[in-house]
C-alpha cells in the first residue's frame, strides 16, 4: 500500500491542465523519485473521476471507463512510496463519494489538494470553456445550475470553493486539505507547480515543465463567434467530435490563436460573482484548511479591470475574425487534400506523421472521396 496518495480534485480552470502536464510529461521521473502516477493516460484519471462519482454516462467513454477507480486504486495499492491522482472532475463529488474515494486506499495517508482562484475570473473562464466544449449558453446564464449534482461538472459543484471543500473535507483530517491559490500574475509561472511538487514531497530539479500555457483563452469576438458557431452546428454532440473539432480544431487551434481582448459577464453579474467570491475567500481564510500560498489571492480584483462584454461584439467583427478563420481552414483543406492524394498515391511514405491529428481525420475523408 502507498505510504501516501495525494488527490487533486480540482478546482477546473485553476491551472489543472498545466500541473497534469508536468506530471505525466515527468512520469518515469517522478516514479524514480517514489512518485507514482498511475494510469497509462490523463484519460484514466478522467474515467475515474467519472466512475467514482457514478455517472451514469460513463460507458459512452468506452469500456475501460466503468472500472478506471478501481484499476488506479489497485496500482496505488501495489506501490510502496507516494501516489497522486488528479482531475478537476472529482469536484463535483457528494460527500460519501470522497468519503469512499479516501477509504479505498486504506490505511495510507490521504491528502486532498484543491487549486484556485477567485471566483469571478474562475466562473469567466469557466464559461468561456464551456463554449470550447459546444455551448450556446450566454456568459450571464451562467452557471446554470445552483445546487450541488456530483454528474454534473460544469455548474456550482465544481466552481463553489467552500462548498468542494466542505465536501472533501469530510473525508480527511483538515490539516491534510490543501489549498493552492493561483500565484500572482507577477510571480514565476512555476510557482503553482513548486508548490505542489512540495506537496508531493518530490525534488522539481531536472523536471520538464512547459514554458506556455497549456489551455489558453478565447478573446471576447472569438468565443462570441465560436458560440454562435455552435449553434449552427449539426452532429457534433459526442465528445470525441466535441473535443478534436470544436475545442481542438476551431477553438485551440484557430481562435485562440487571435489572441482577442479579454472579457467579463454584465457589470450586474460582476458585482453578484464579486460579492460570492469574498464570502468563499473569508470562508477559506477563518477555516483550519491549509492555504499554500495567500488566501488574498482567492479574493476578486478591486477595483475590477473593464473589460468588454460579449453582447458588445459587432457583426462586423464577427465578419472580420471569421473571414480571417475560413480563410486559414480553406488552406487546410488545400493541404490535406493534397496530402491525401499523396498517401493514396504513397500511402507508407510518412507524409501521416506530419499532419495534425483532427486535420488528419479529416485527409482520411477525402482519400476515401479519391477512391
Known amino acids: 500500500m502507498a505510504r501516501k496518495v495525494v488527490l487533486h480534485v480540482g478546482l477546473p480552470k485553476t491551472g489543472t491542465t498545466y500541473l497534469q502536464t508536468v506530471l505525466w510529461d515527468n512520469r518515469e521521473a517522478l516514479a524514480r523519485q517514489g512518485v507514482l502516477l498511475p494510469g497509462s ?38 506501490w510502496q512510496g507516494t501516489a497522486v491522482v488528479s482531475h478537476e472532475f472529482f469536484a463535483p463529488a457528494a460527500v460519501e463519494q470522497a468519503r469512499r474515494a479516501v477509504g479505498a486506499f486504506g490505511e ?3 491528502h486532498v489538494v484543491v487549486t484556485a482562484r477567485d471566483t469571478l475570473s474562475l466562473v469567466t473562464a469557466r464559461w468561456q470553456e464551456l463554449v470550447k466544449n459546444g455551448s450556446t449558453v450566454p456568459i450571464d446564464a451562467y452557471p446554470v445550475r445552483e445546487e450541488t449534482d456530483p454528474v454534473d461538472d460544469w455548474d456550482w459543484g465544481s466552481l463553489d470553493l467552500a462548498d468542494v471543500l466542505e465536501r472533501w473535507g469530510s473525508a480527511v483530517p ?11 500574475p507577477a510571480e514565476p509561472r512555476e510557482t503553482l507547480w513548486l508548490r505542489f511538487a512540495a506537496l508531493l514531497g518530490a525534488d522539481p530539479g531536472g523536471l520538464a515543465v512547459p514554458a506556455s500555457g497549456t489551455n489558453e483563452s478565447l478573446g471576447v469576438v472569438e468565443v462570441e463567434l465560436l458560440r454562435r458557431v455552435n449553434a449552427d452546428l449539426v452532429g457534433f454532440a459526442s465528445a470525441p467530435d466535441r473535443g478534436n473539432w470544436i475545442r481542438g480544431y476551431l477553438a485551440q487551434g484557430k481562435l485562440v490563436p487571435r489572441r482577442g481582448e ?3 459577464p454584465s457589470p450586474d453579474r460582476v458585482v453578484e460573482l464579486c460579492a460570492r467570491g469574498r464570502r468563499i475567500a473569508d470562508a477559506v481564510a477563518a477555516s483550519d484548511f491549509d492555504v499554500v500560498g495567500d488566501v488574498a489571492d482567492l479574493r476578486p ?35 490535406v487534400t493534397r496530402e491525401g492524394r499523396r498517401l493514396a498515391e504513397a500511402p507508407r511514405s510518412g507524409l501521416r506523421r506530419r499532419v495534425p491529428g483532427p486535420v488528419r481525420a479529416l485527409g482520411r475523408r477525402v482519400r476515401r472521396r479519391l477512391r
Not at 460513463?58 to 471507463?65: E, L, S, W
Not at 468588454?308 to 475560413?326: G, N, S, Y
Open 174 to 184: 483538515h490539516e491534510r486539505v490543501h489549498v493552492l491559490p493561483l500565484p500572482k
Open 41 to 78: 493516460s490523463s484519460r484514466d484519471h478522467l474515467w475515474a473521476s467519472g466512475a467514482l462519482r457514478d455517472d451514469p454516462r460513463i460507458d459512452r467513454r468506452g469500456p475501460q471507463a466503468r472500472h478506471a477507480w478501481d484499476r488506479l486504486v489497485a496500482e496505488v495499492r501495489a
Open 262 to 264: 479579454r472579457f467579463w
Open 301 to 335: 480584483p478591486d477595483p475590477v479591470p473593464p473589460r468588454r462584454h460579449p453582447d458588445t461584439v459587432t457583426d462586423a467583427e464577427l465578419v472580420t475574425a471569421a473571414t480571417a478563420v475560413i480563410a486559414d481552414m480553406m488552406a487546410d483543406v488545400r493541404r
Open 108 to 110: 495510507a495517508e490521504v
